[in-house]
């Protein structure tokens, strides 16, 4: 069955830099989309960006542009979410999705999802 597994997430201070990634598992992974969204305590689940099939195509939440990069690696079968500059509210439970997707920003398109990696940003 699908299978994504992210890690890399950590307590970082402001200003500082984490990589998370993604691994996936159970599919065809180079032949779907992949986003990060992410969820802060007692806030909803946010659309952070996402990447096409090919790599050719991202999309970015306007509260993490020219911060965060998003890549994939597709004979890996990985995608990475490099953060630079990270500021408190960027502290958030990360998670990473696919399916088959329409619209990169679009939540809904996403059917499967991993469990999430926490990251913490102090200031």
Do not use: H
């Amino acid at each position: 069955q699908v299978q994504l597994v992210e890690s890399g997430g950590g307590l970082v201070q402001a200003g500082g830099s984490l990589r998370l990634s993604c691994a996936g598992s159970g599919w065809t992974f180079s032949m779907y989309a992949m986003g990060w969204f992410r969820q802060a305590p007692g806030k909803e689940r946010e659309f952070v960006a996402a990447v096409s099939w090919s790599g050719g195509s991202t999309a970015y939440a306007n509260s993490v542009k020219g911060r965060f990069t998003i890549s994939r690696d597709n004979p890996k079968n990985t995608v990475y979410l490099q953060m630079n500059s990270l500021k408190p509210e960027d502290t958030a439970v990360y998670y990473c999705a696919t399916g088959r997707v329409y619209d990169l920003e679009r939540m809904s398109d996403y059917t499967y999802w991993g469990q999430g990696t926490q990251v913490t940003v102090s200031s």
